[in-house]
């Protein structure tokens, strides 16, 4: 299984940006895909999960101004960020996780500064 980020950046306090993660190979299902993001010197922290079945989890920090999706036909997972803080700089990892197994992508950087 691997696991593609992409839709990072750099933007300015109050914009927006979509991440996106595409999963390829042997896909197991039921699974949770989840964002995870991890700023220098801080450990990574989950930000929101979506289960197969429809279970959701945000981080209180992005509750009402982040969205996380998936389309399973495409194996992919968003995350829609509004309202972006310089707060929300880190590297966004994109997690699949099933029963026994878990894969994470690469990371991509998103940087919020004016």
């Known amino acids: 299984v691997q696991l593609v980020e992409s839709g990072g950046g750099l933007v300015q306090p109050g914009e927006s940006l979509r991440l996106s993660c595409v999963a390829s190979g042997n896909i197991f299902r039921p699974n949770v895909m989840s964002w995870h993001r991890q700023a220098p010197g801080n450990q990574r922290e989950l930000v929101a999960s979506?289960?197969?079945?429809?279970?959701?989890n945000y981080a209180g920090s992005v509750k009402g101004r982040f969205t996380i999706s998936r389309d399973d036909a495409k194996n992919t997972v968003y995350l829609q960020m509004n309202n972006l803080e310089p707060g929300d700089t880190a590297v966004y990892y994109c997690?699949?996780?099933?029963?026994?197994?878990?894969?994470w992508g690469q990371g991509t950087l998103v940087t919020v500064s004016s």
């Open positions: 979506l289960g197969s079945a429809g279970s959701l």
């Open positions: 997690k699949l996780e099933g029963t026994f197994l878990h894969y």
